[in-house]
């Protein structure tokens, strides 16, 4: 049982002559709700424009950021699995899985991975002279080569500098058969020897179509940029895919590059010159002046273009995967965007004042409303507080949802309380409210303890099922307990079948040890008239022995913060066992007998009978014990 505190009701105040206690609940929330609603929703509509200024930019920012992101992902999706598939036939020729000089496997392997890569267009397998066998694709229509050379002298330039020991390389990018590629290679080793390469060829123009796809007039206008000077990607270029004729499919897999290999100037948009301003103007920006990093950690930039009919906003991040020069990404947006957000917000204003005076009055009548529960409330917890659970009346139910709940949940709440007194001793919970924090609080006291035990219960319990001893335990300890309560005792616990009971504490009596005696008194009485009752249903009597002593002891809390108890401990508790032990010897045949020691009798008045026996030699003892057997 944890400490209890008792604090005393402040003093009523009064304001203009009346208590403030005695203000109606319901008004006083109906007042409160109806201020703090006004309150409220007022500082709202203060504070409306420009708080909502602000979470649109951050709103718009926050979706520009998401829309890079998405980019990120598009682009990763898009180019990955070729670098997959490049490293994984890599490594099964490597590993002899597929046969390098046996031209069916290789094209049998190279055919069945360009099929299940759309965004694959060529890819080869050559020696280290570049000689080999290729897979190409145009629309829907293959072509595969047993015996070709890769004559793009920037591709050759590329892969010659892949790492034999290493792994993929993307190299730079390529104009071919009409587009722009990405290249990415990746080196074969047999047996510890370099053999070749895996190559592919991924063309540009489809991340302008997933751009366009990407952007729209919220989340604004992507890009991809090569080195922050060319156009790889924007939805201007997006232009639909169409499946090409047979005739389409070139016979020569040559490719009509200048000498370099790299796509001709007027091929290769140039920022500088693209049709999209904002691209012109962020191309012509001091980064040293106009970038800011937007947000910490993000690795995403932030500048302000500012043109000559409206201001725009561009966030951009840079990554070097997938060529031989660093790529941005990014999107750019208009400030006008906002405008229209703004806008809306006046609407929202009146909307708002409408909502005050709406709320104010709804206000009054929930205030109303919410004080008839609480008054049944105020009522269960004064019954809960003095233990009264036999009148506490369950709450009744509400049309509102919380309090309806709140209400279930108190009404449970009182059943395991009530279910929890069955416990804890009632009466001793009461005197330590009534008695304040400092009974509860571990002290050592003048106490008189008493132990209890049944003659033979492991005998009789042979002849019971297991509900028959509950039953039959239930019913003896119920006529002890009462004996013990009517005389002010506690009992602090059940050990079998026996009973452990205490008289002193929290009540500081004087006459503690008359009240242990008076108790076992009532006890033979009570038992006497329930062995009659077992004799008449051909039931064995009851035989009880009854240890009583009175000495200092620790009272008070006893145990850990999860699990504490009121309890006495110390070396009265342990004599007391021993003098209801003595029991067995002093009248092994008798029904009842109750042993005092002579602590006990010293402060027991002359009209306590008792009978003085000889002196006991018992655990824990040096010295014997005078004993005493207390007179019906």
Not at 399 to 414: H, I, K
Request: glycine share 8%; aromatic share 8%.
């Amino acid at each position: 049982m944890a400490d209890i505190t008792i604090s005393q009701p402040p003093a009523r105040k009064r304001r203009f002559g009346r208590p403030m206690s005695d203000v109606p609940l319901s008004r006083l929330l109906a007042i409160t709700f109806g201020l703090l609603t006004a309150i409220g929703i007022g500082l709202v509509l203060t504070l409306m424009f420009t708080a909502n200024v602000r979470n649109t930019y951050s709103l718009l920012n926050a979706r520009a950021v998401e829309t890079i992101d998405s980019l990120d992902r598009v682009i990763a999706a898009y180019m990955e699995p070729p670098q997959i598939t490049v490293a994984s036939i890599a490594g099964q020729i490597s590993k002899g899985e597929v046969d390098f000089y046996d031209d069916d496997q290789v094209l049998q392997v190279l055919r069945g991975a360009i099929t299940a890569n759309r965004m694959v267009v060529v890819l080869f397998v050559v020696d280290e002279n570049f000689e080999g066998r290729g897979a190409f694709r145009q629309g829907d229509q293959f072509r595969f080569v047993r015996k070709d050379v890769l004559e793009n002298p920037a591709a050759k330039q590329a892969f010659s500098r892949v790492n034999p020991r290493g792994s993929g390389v993307w190299g730079p990018l390529v104009y071919e058969q009409g587009s722009l590629h990405a290249n990415v290679g990746h080196p074969i080793i047999i047996d510890g020897e370099f053999k070749g390469h895996v190559v592919a060829a991924v063309p540009l123009p489809r991340l302008s179509v997933l751009t366009k796809e990407i952007g729209n007039s919220i989340t604004g206008t992507p890009f991809i940029l090569g080195g922050q000077q060319d156009v790889l990607a924007h939805p201007s270029l997006a232009v639909p895919e169409l499946a090409p004729s047979p005739n389409d499919f070139p016979d020569d897999v040559s490719i009509a590059t200048d000498a370099t290999g790299r796509a001709p100037p007027d091929e290769i948009f140039k920022v500088k010159t693209f049709s999209d301003p904002v691209l012109r103007g962020f191309s012509a920006r001091d980064p040293k002046e106009d970038d800011a990093a937007f947000g910490p950690g993000d690795k995403v930039w932030y500048s302000d273009v500012s043109l000559d009919t409206e201001d725009h906003f561009v966030l951009w991040k840079s990554i070097n995967k997938y060529a031989d020069r660093p790529w941005v990404i990014g999107v750019h947006y208009p400030r006008d965007t906002i405008d229209g957000e703004i806008e809306r917000l006046y609407g929202s204003a009146f909307v708002g004042f409408m909502l005050l005076l709406f709320a104010t009055a709804l206000a009054a009548v929930v205030g109303r409303r919410m004080g008839k529960p609480f008054a049944q409330l105020n009522t269960m917890a004064g019954r809960v507080t003095s233990l009264d659970f036999d009148h506490v009346k369950p709450m009744e139910p509400s049309r509102v949802r919380e309090f309806n709940e709140a209400s279930q949940t108190l009404n449970r709440m009182v059943d395991a309380l009530r279910a929890f007194a069955a416990y804890v001793p009632r009466t001793l919970v009461q005197r330590l409210v009534e008695s304040g924090v400092d009974a509860a609080r571990s002290e050592e006291r003048q106490v008189t303890v008493m132990f209890t035990d049944v003659v033979g219960f492991t005998h009789l319990s042979e002849h019971m099922t297991a509900a028959e001893t509950a039953h039959f335990l239930n019913e003896h300890f119920a006529i002890m307990c009462a004996a013990v309560e009517e005389t002010g005792g506690t009992v602090d616990k059940f050990m079998g079948d026996g009973m452990m009971a205490f008289w002193g504490a929290p009540d500081a009596t004087e006459d503690h040890a008359v009240r242990a005696c008076r108790s076992a008194l009532a006890m033979r009485k009570a038992l006497e008239a329930d062995n009659r009752k077992r004799e008449e249903r051909g039931e064995p009597p009851v035989h009880v022995r009854v240890g009583i002593h009175t000495g200092p002891a620790i009272v008070g809390n006893i145990g850990t913060r999860e699990r504490i108890n009121y309890t006495i401990v110390g070396d009265t508790v342990n004599v007391t066992q021993r003098l209801e032990a003595l029991g067995k010897v002093v009248g092994p045949n008798d029904a009842f007998v109750a042993l005092l020691s002579a602590e006990n009798v010293a402060v027991l008045p002359d009209d306590v009978g008792r009978t003085p026996l000889s002196a006991f030699q018992v655990p824990g003892r040096d010295a014997p014990i005078q004993v005493y057997q207390l007179d019906a």
